[in-house]
């Protein structure tokens, strides 16, 4: 939140000292550019994928109402996926700011309009994701030793606890590290589909192709219903989640204004490719009702083909879920980050390690938040209520862009798509949310009403500006116990990293100077 008069006033100070230390050749403390076109692809890839194609592609099946209606509803959200992806390619280079679709929304819209974005963010959506997949990683990893039952709740949620301790000291320690762990398990994940592709084809040859056949694809095993089949496209576009994560990172690429779009245009297809095939693989070795009855496909399809080899599709889905978290810690930390540079969230949050320039206690709050989720047992409800607020966003950012085209028409736009591409995708975003809210008003106005809460908390915490000097003092005094416990400063920022060059760092920010930081390792 803001941190009032007395802050602002000392932080002004300090920007312009890490800045003439920057450029001066004094190595202002900044975020590194250290992510290339190999660990951008890594990133996206490693976000979509996550352990549903793996373990319950089956929500577009069971709403398409036949196999070739679900591989039709595959194809179609990968290319609408696209379209927005296409989309966020041309704000990121024109928005060059990490944070990705918070970032565009504050600038386009206001303040009011990111901070609801980054509210249901920091509250539910970033804490229950990975809380969610870090429980499937120790379900996958811990089902082996209790072959006969469940493994116990405590059990699960002390090894998730400990996977999420670990990958966060991997992101904390250095950024080169947590890109070499997301490129690692992205490969893991993306050889163990490829082997479910291969071993399709194999069951293609031998014959093994019934449902495929055009008359027994599109034979359904329950009647046709639109509202059915709406619900088909949603759970596709839920599968294809992620896909926006690398503009969260934008300051941390290596020539964002090449390989974002690059990141975007190899990734993007790659996992449609990867997601209709494997659903190809799926109903070569299974019938559509064995499908739907499996809690665990790549499991009951490893079990029917590989034989003493099964083992390996529940490792995949550990391996891929392991990443999945560390992906989702790297992303999420830096719009907490890019948030609290912007005056939304503490100011402790928007620093970064004055040797290793990672920004730690965004690491560290993400990583606390997400062991909280661990101990409720209503994450999967808040999942279902913000989804759709989730999906609100996408569309709003999309929207953003038209908006910005006629508002500012000379803005210096690096990539720039025809505006058919963002109405296609308000289009069937316009059509997907509708029938949400058909189909499920009272979900989604929960979710609405989680997102509101954030209203009062804005006005209070960073519209109004002269809060009292006691406050001000606690925050400056609470900012100060953080810098010193994390050795953190508040970073220099770049030139190139804003919406405008040569535009100074946000103000309200660190009671210390940069000179006082380069002091703080040895002092604390």
């Known amino acids: 939140m803001s941190d009032g008069p007395r802050q602002r006033s000392s932080t002004s100070g300090s920007a312009k000292d890490a800045a003439g230390a920057k450029e001066s050749g004094g190595g202002g403390v900044a975020l590194k550019k250290e992510i290339g076109l190999v660990s951008a692809c890594g990133i996206i890839v490693g976000n979509i994928i996550g352990s549903g194609i793996f373990v319950s592609p089956k929500g577009v099946l069971e709403n398409a109402s036949s196999v070739g209606v679900a591989l039709i509803v595959w194809i179609i959200t990968g290319v609408i996926t696209a379209i927005g992806a296409l989309c966020y390619a041309e704000l990121g280079v024109t928005i060059p700011k990490s944070g990705g679709d918070y970032s565009y929304v504050k600038d386009i819209f206001g303040g009011l309009a990111g901070f609801l ?3 249901i963010a920091v509250l539910v959506i970033y804490p229950t994701n990975q809380a969610v997949i870090a429980l499937t990683f120790s379900n996958y990893v811990l089902q082996p030793l209790f072959p006969t039952c469940f493994p116990p709740e405590n059990g699960l949620r002390l090894l998730a606890a400990v996977c999420l301790l670990l990958l966060t000291w991997v992101n904390c320690a250095s950024v080169r590290w947590a890109t070499r762990v997301q490129d690692i398990f992205t490969a893991g994940k993306l050889l163990a589909l490829i082997l479910i592709i291969i071993m399709g084809i194999v069951q293609i040859c031998k014959g093994e192709y019934y449902w495929l056949e055009p008359v027994n694809a599109f034979e359904p095993f329950q009647d046709y219903d639109v509202g059915l089949i709406a619900l088909s496209f949603l759970q596709g576009s839920f599968a294809y989640g992620g896909w926006n994560f690398l503009n969260y990172v934008t300051e941390e690429l290596v020539d964002p204004y090449v390989n974002l779009p690059r990141a975007i245009f190899i990734s993007i297809p790659l996992v449609t490719f990867v997601y209709v095939f494997a659903n190809i693989a799926y109903v070569t070795a299974m019938s559509p009702q064995e499908l739907l009855a499996s809690n665990a496909v790549a499991v009951t399809f490893g079990e029917k083909l590989l034989g003493v080899m099964a083992w390996i599709m529940p490792i995949s889905v550990a391996l891929s879920t392991f990443g999945g978290v560390n992906g989702s810690l790297f992303t999420s930390s830096r719009l907490f980050f890019a948030g609290a540079r912007e005056g939304h969230l503490p100011s402790l949050l928007a620093m970064i390690h004055v040797k290793r320039c990672t920004p730690i206690p965004a690491l560290l709050f993400t990583c606390l938040s997400t062991l909280l ?56 975003w316009a059509f997907l949310l509708i029938f949400s809210l058909y189909s499920e008003p009272v979900v989604c106005g929960i979710g609405l009403a989680i997102m509101l809460t954030g209203v009062p908390v804005y006005f209070l915490g960073v519209y109004w500006k002269n809060k009292p000097q006691c406050f001000d003092t606690l925050v400056d005094k609470m900012t100060y116990l953080g810098q010193k416990l994390c050795v953190v ?15 100074e760092m946000t ?3 660190s009671p210390l100077s940069k000179e006082d930081g380069d002091n703080l390792k040895a002092d604390s």
């Not at 409800?381 to 929207?399: K, R």
């Not at 400063?489 to 919406?499: N, T």
Request: charge should be negative; charged fraction near 15%.
């Open 489 to 503: 400063v508040y970073p220099a920022e770049s030139s190139d990293s804003g919406a405008d060059e040569g535009q």
């Open 117 to 119: 974005r980054l509210w």
């Open 373 to 428: 989720m661990l101990c409720t047992s209503d994450m999967y409800t808040l999942i279902n209520y913000v989804g759709f607020i989730n999906y609100l966003f996408y569309g709003v950012t999309v929207a953003g862009q038209i908006v910005l085209r006629f508002k500012q028409p000379d803005m210096h736009r690096p990539i720039k798509i025809s505006l058919i591409w963002p109405v296609i995708y308000l289009i069937f």
């Open 507 to 509: 103000e309200a920010k």
